[in-house]
């Protein structure tokens, strides 16, 4: 691009390039013109002589934007174009070092052209530095005398030559004195070899070695630099250590803390601190796990610690997701319980899985249902969403809880077991969800969720009955066993106070950042004001969907069924049929097996996909009758190394299904201590809650207020639930006239009133109505909805 400037005259020296006046020959669009005249921004080329092109008249910023535009001089060449100086590499340095640069570049410019910058064209080099009568030697000791005697400056030919030369390679930065430039160290006249071991010596007491205290430190540095530098490197006295280690930013005191504590100050990273931002909802959102400090009791019947996984909008600073999984720690097993566990694949403890990380993602981008029991104020029909202009374009908003929908763009997560799975990234990339792994050993890089963990501990968790603190000083006397609130039961009190106890809470990093005196904002009012600029896309996931979020294995099916996991499951429908016994095709570490998807929390069935149709095919766990009840694959471990300890196999799983009927049976009885388990009464639905500035809520939220009261009399025995589609998401069965003249039935699993047809305003939006908390509770909570027809033993 050609840089035109009007109105100046031409100028010799280092002038800009493309300066055009009247007279000029210039090149455009393969003719050769003659600028005749300028009017304002417009600029009049007459075609040169013998040229056949109409004079023409174009503007200045069109000619500027013309790649073939060009300035030529007399002979008709390009005229040759100096370039602008950089002045912005003088921001840096003091104004007396600019000024002298400035000078400097007067004085190099003359030696080199004959002409000082911005004198008329018509100018004459001054005596002694014409380039056609003086040479170069001659004009560096001209420039130099007349320095010397004008600037009194002690300066020698070769002064000017060096100068002259650093311009020509470096421009005006050439110019500059360097020593204007350099910056005082930290470590002063010491050697920067003894600083740098010095540091290396002290990361490595850090990290590795006990606690010590300063004397130690300078008397290993001598013997280290010593071996390693050599006598002739000098170390410093003790007193002049001492104030090094104070530059450097080392307390010399806190050498002695523990271990724990020198690793954390360590990875501390170095100011000027920053803080994390983010210009939209889900532009950037945390996740990570912690230990909530809560004991519950689990599903085998003992209290449990319980782990929470929750995803943090940075913008909003708002709870989008939150999954609560029992964690318990590995224990002691004989030699035979050690190896029928490692048969089954598990690990020593259990907590949270990869599967629930990916959940986790299906959680952000669905809105969470009103669960019965909740406060009305929970509703986001009461909040401070946006919910009128949300339910217009997402049904599912209408019994949606107080929590936003937000779809990540970025996640951040640290190099937990959990996120460093290959499952967590495939459903990264399924969502399109781009991951950013943080630095190792460095919590600030994920400040926000940490410090929200935080918060929920202090606001929701120290609430609770059964808290048991960060450590032994943080925790009472002693929890009773019997008063403990079951994990689900948990859930739900967690749910209703991120809706009402976090999102409608004040947060101080939520100023308005134009007018800091106001109060803060909640995270729910920040929301509503990003969508408006950031806008919202309901996204509905099928049951489809939530299967690709699931955990993979690569299965072959025998005539039995598919045996995984010493499991065996079949499809009672012949639905397995088609690749039973049959290999799938697929090379490399499949070896012709079957994709399959399992879900650990529900493992009385799976999913088998045939790949060359694309459908699923649900298998259920083939002796799920004799268990009858939910169960999770850590029960079955637990069965299994109780059937071991008998003298039984871990592939018997028709007698291992059998001891897990049994210890949920015992689970289901209590502990064998006098007392029975409840949970805490008189308790208030939401811990934490501070009503002063908690909205009010009439009543509690019942999904089914208005259903008919079931007449349990006269039910009859229900042996086998026959269900033709065991998804949640089969298609409903077309009515009669009859029926639906009769209106929608109304039972324990519908509300009454409930519309049976989609408004049309939302008619395009397909399966949009299928809210997650079916899904969710099929993938996790449900058992299987097929139970096998029972053997015929005869």
């Keep these: ?163 002259r030369l650093a311009f020509l390679k470096e421009d005006i930065w050439g110019l500059v004195d360097k020593r204007c430039t350099r910056k005082s160290t930290l470590h002063g006249r010491t050697d920067s070899r003894v600083v740098d071991l010095l540091l290396a010596l002290h990361e490595r007491q850090a990290k590795e070695q006990a606690a010590t205290d300063a004397r130690t430190l300078f008397k290993n540095l001598r013997s280290a630099a010593r071996a390693s530098l050599g006598p002739a490197v000098k170390v ?11 530059r450097l930013g080392i307390d010399a005191m806190q050498l002695r803390d523990p271990t724990r504590r020198r690793k954390d100050r360590f990875n501390r990273p170095a100011p000027p601190f920053g803080v994390t931002t983010a210009t939209a909802p889900g532009e950037l959102v945390q996740i990570d796990s912690t230990a909530l400090d809560v004991k519950v009791l689990g599903d085998d019947g003992r209290p449990t610690q319980v782990e929470l996984t929750a995803a943090i909008d940075v913008f909003t600073r708002s709870i989008i997701a939150a999954v609560l999984r029992p964690k318990t720690a590995g224990r002691r097993r004989t030699r035979q319980q050690t190896r029928a566990l490692l048969s089954t694949g598990t690990s020593k403890g259990r907590a949270t899985k990869a599967v629930d990380a990916s959940l986790l993602l299906a959680l952000c981008m669905v809105p969470a249902p009103m669960r019965p029991g909740f406060d009305a104020a929970a509703s986001a029909a009461r909040s401070d969403l946006p919910y009128e202009e949300l339910l217009e374009v997402d049904a599912r908003m209408e019994h949606a809880a107080a929590r936003p ?22 459903a990264c990339s399924y969502l399109g969800i781009c991951v950013r792994p943080a630095r190792k050993r460095t919590p600030t890089d994920k400040a926000i969720v940490e410090r929200t963990f935080e918060s929920i501990k202090s606001l929701f968790s120290q609430h609770v009955n059964s808290y048991t603190g960060r450590d032994f000083s943080r925790r009472g006397r002693e929890i009773d066993p019997d008063r403990l609130w079951t994990l689900q039961e948990l859930d739900d009190l967690l749910q209703e106070w991120i809706a009402i106890g976090w999102q409608a809470r004040p947060h101080e990093e939520l100023r308005s950042p134009y007018e800091p005196n106001l109060p803060p904002l909640t995270p729910n009012q920040v929301y509503a004001a990003g969508v408006q600029a950031a806008g919202y896309l309901p996204i509905p996931l099928g049951f489809a969907d939530y299967l690709q979020l699931l955990p993979t294995a690569w299965v072959g099916v025998r005539d039995d069924g598919i045996r995984f996991k010493n499991r065996t499951y079949d499809n009672f429908k012949g639905e397995l049929e088609g690749v039973r016994n049959t290999p799938s095709g697929l ?14 929390y529900t493992p009385e069935q799976v999913w088998l996909r045939d790949h060359r149709s694309g459908e699923w095919i649900t298998a259920v766990f083939k002796h799920q009758h004799l268990i009858g009840a939910p169960w999770t694959q850590h029960l079955w471990d637990t069965a299994t190394a109780e059937y071991v300890a008998r003298g039984g196999r871990h592939s018997d799983d028709e007698n291992i299904a059998q001891v897990l009927a049994d ?8 502990p064998d201590e006098p007392g029975v388990v409840s949970v805490p009464d008189g308790y208030a639905p939401v811990p934490g809650l501070d009503g002063g500035w908690a909205p009010s809520g009439d ?74 908390d079916g899904a969710a509770r099929l993938l996790l909570d449900l058992p299987a909805e097929i139970n096998p027809p029972q053997e015929d033993t005869r």
């Design 1 to 163: 691009m050609s840089e035109i400037l009007t109105g100046r005259p031409r100028v010799s020296g280092l002038a800009p390039r493309g300066i055009v006046a009247p007279g000029d020959r210039v090149r455009w669009m393969g003719e050769r013109y003659t600028v005749s005249a300028l009017s304002g921004t417009t600029v009049h080329l007459a075609p040169a002589p013998g040229s056949a092109a109409p004079p023409i008249a174009a503007t200045i910023q069109f000619l500027a934007v013309a790649e073939d535009f060009a300035v030529l001089d007399e002979t008709g060449l390009l005229l040759a174009a100096d370039p602008f100086p950089n002045w912005a590499m003088l921001e840096g340095v003091s104004p007396d070092c600019a000024r002298d640069a400035r000078i400097w570049r007067r004085h190099v410019i003359e030696v080199d052209t004959g002409l000082l910058p911005d004198v008329p064209e018509s100018s004459r080099p001054r005596e002694g530095y014409d380039p056609d009568r003086f040479t170069l030697v001659e004009r560096y000791q001209r420039k130099a005398a007349e320095l010397s005697a004008v600037l009194d400056w002690t300066v020698s030919w070769k002064t000017v030559q060096r100068k």
């Design 236 to 246: 410093p006295a003790d007193p002049t250590l001492y104030a090094l280690l104070k």
């Design 405 to 426: 929908v937000i779809m990540p763009e970025t996640i951040v997560i640290d190099h937990g077991t959990v996120f460093a799975g290959q499952t967590f990234f495939d």
């Design 587 to 600: 090379k490399g570490k499949k070896r012709n097996g079957w994709e399959l998807r399992y879900n650990p």
């Design 663 to 670: 210890l949920l049976e015992r689970a289901g009885q209590g």
């Design 699 to 772: 009543g509690v939220f019942d999904p089914f207020a208005d259903a008919e009261t079931l007449d349990l009399d006269a039910l009859g025995p229900l042996t086998v639930l026959e269900l033709d589609e065991p998804s949640l998401y089969a298609p409903a069965p077309s009515l009669t006239e009859e029926e639906t003249a009769a209106g929608p039935a109304r039972g324990s699993d519908a509300p009454a009133g409930a519309d049976t047809e989609e408004p049309s305003l939302l008619a395009d939006l397909g399966d949009l109505d299928d809210s997650l």
